[in-house]
């Protein structure tokens, strides 16, 4: 695919079939990902793609800990109740107060998304050492965004999601995640559901005006 395509392309996917993906293609799009720049060449990070039995069995405890009100706690920090800068704050309050009005009041569909693990049939999880540095995060940002691009050059469909890692105890029990690794972040790779409401392309979260966030200085 062309790059720009590829980049174009780059929406996430909140439901996915049941196709599994070739284990061939996961583990080729992971190596090439390897070519990723790091800091010092660390390369942070590592990456567990689970699938299958081990995924079925994850998603069923991480049900029970939805049904049963366990808060989410996920490694790098809780999402929604963190008092950030007011600048994505706001960003992020955009996204909620959107998602409403483009549901039509469903928003059920979003949240029911997200506690199913979007019907991933292929989840990897990418850690990085518990005593990282900032910027080994950056370094696995950096490995997620080439995950990403590499995985949509290969026709497939992307979601990552901080939901995934609400348990991070379970992702470490199921995945076989040493208890020494932070369970950054987990990309669901497969096929997107076209006919899944939750998927309707007229829902593309709006980008700030380019001046908000770039400045050229002379
Ligand atoms: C680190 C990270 C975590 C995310 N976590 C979630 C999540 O838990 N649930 C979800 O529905 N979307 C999640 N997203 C998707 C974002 O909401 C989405 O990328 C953003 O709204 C822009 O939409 P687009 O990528 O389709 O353009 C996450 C994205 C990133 C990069």
Known sequence: MEFNDVYRNERVTR???????NEKL?????????QSPSLLNSQPWKAYMVTGGALKDLKQAV?????????????????????????PSQNMAAVGASQPYFFNNKIDLFKDANDTMFNAQDVVFLTIPKSSPYWSVFDLGIFSQSIMLLAINEGLAVMPAHSIVAYPELARKYGQI??????????????????????DPKYIPARLPFEKIYKLVK
């Open 26 to 34: 996961l583990a080729k799009i992971i190596m090439q990902a390897q």
């Open 178 to 199: 040493p208890d020494d690794e932070l369970v950054g972040m987990a990309i669901g790779l497969g096929f997107a559901d076209k006919s899944a409401e939750v998927n």
């Open 63 to 87: 049900k029970q800990q939805i049904a049963d009100e366990v808060e989410p706690h996920e490694d790098f920090a809780p999402t929604l109740d963190l008092n950030w800068d007011s600048y």
């Open 15 to 21: 439901k996915f079939t049941n196709r599994k993906v």
